[in-house]
C-alpha cells in the first residue's frame, strides 16, 4: 500500500469496474498472454495540471516513447475492460488520448534516454486517488 506510487508508467487512467480485483486480474491475464516485456524509454519533461487534495496543481513528467508494442498493450487492456463495463474517470486518456508518461515522485525522475524493461502491469486499486488516499496493489501481472 503507497501514500504516492514509486515512478510507473501509467497504462490506462484511473477507472470504475463491479468485478473484483481477481476477476479482473484473471481476464488481463488472459488478454496479455504471450506479450513480452515492453522496453519503456524516457523524453524530455512536460508539466501538466492536476488534482490533488489542495486543488489544482502542477505536475511534472518525463514523456515515454509510444512505440507501436506500448500502444497495443493499451489497447488490449482497454478491450479487456471494456467488455467487463469499464468506466474511465478521464475517458479522453484512453485510446487515441493515451500519453504515456512518467510522473516525478518525490525528487524521483527519469533522465531523458533512459530505458526500463518493463515486465510487469499492475492492478492498483485506490478510491478517489487524486485526492491523495491510498493505493494499494492488488496483483501484478507478469509479461
Known amino acids: 500500500q503507497y501514500d504516492s506510487l514509486p515512478l510507473h508508467c501509467t497504462l490506462v487512467h484511473w477507472f470504475w469496474l463491479h468485478d473484483t480485483p ?5 481476464q488481463l491475464q488472459e488478454s496479455l498472454d504471450g506479450i513480452e516485456p515492453i522496453h519503456l524509454e524516457a523524453q524530455g519533461q512536460r508539466v501538466f495540471t492536476g488534482k490533488a487534495k489542495q486543488g489544482i496543481v502542477s505536475v511534472t513528467v518525463n514523456d ?3 512505440t507501436q508494442k506500448l500502444r497495443q498493450v493499451h489497447e488490449r487492456v482497454c478491450d479487456t475492460l471494456e ?3 469499464v468506466r474511465y474517470s478521464e475517458p479522453s486518456y484512453v485510446r ?4 504515456p508518461h512518467v510522473t516525478h515522485q518525490k525528487g524521483s525522475r527519469l533522465q531523458v534516454g533512459e530505458s526500463h524493461l518493463s515486465k510487469r502491469i499492475y492492478l492498483v486499486e485506490a478510491e478517489a486517488p487524486e485526492y491523495g488516499n491510498d493505493r494499494t496493489v492488488r496483483a501484478a501481472i507478469d509479461l
Open 96 to 99: 487515441s488520448g493515451f500519453h
Open 22 to 26: 481477481e476477476v479482473v486480474t484473471r
Open 64 to 66: 515515454i516513447t509510444l
Open 83 to 85: 467488455v467487463m463495463g
